[in-house]
Nanobody, 114 residues
Framework: VQLQASGGGLVQAGDSLRLSCSAS?????MGWYRQGPGKQRELVTT???????NYADFAKGRFTISRDNVGNTVYLQMNSLQPEDTAVYYC????????????WGQGTLVTVSS
């Protein structure tokens, strides 16, 4: 099982970035989290059990999660980035079964300058 996040970088306020999370193995990518400097990891957006999406308030209207089922890749389109969006962004996945294992990608750093 491998979970690989990519696409981070240094951008200016107002710019956009698209993050990618690719998975190999029989796992389901659930969504994205982030951890800013000196902060706890927090939810950005996830897919719900019903197939819809759930966004943190700060992500609503600016961030969009999407999935490429063929390649088992999930994307996070981030628009109108602000300095407070600076964080390491992680994707999270789960395995199959009654008590599925949880997996975290290695994280990709997004830095937004003012």
């Amino acid at each position: 099982v491998q979970l690989q996040a990519s696409g981070g970088g240094l951008v200016q306020a107002g710019d956009s970035l698209r993050l990618s999370c690719s998975a190999s193995g029989n796992i389901f990518i659930m969504g994205w989290y982030r951890q800013g400097p000196g902060k706890q990891r927090e939810l950005v957006t996830t897919f719900t059990n019903g197939g819809s999406t759930n966004y943190a308030d700060f992500a609503k209207g600016r961030f969009t999660i999407s999935r490429d089922n063929v390649g088992n890749t999930v994307y996070l389109q981030m628009n109108s980035l602000q300095p407070e969006d600076t964080a390491v962004y992680y994707c999270k996945a789960k395995g199959s079964g009654t008590l599925p294992a949880l997996y975290w990608g290695q994280g990709t750093l997004v830095t937004v300058s003012s």
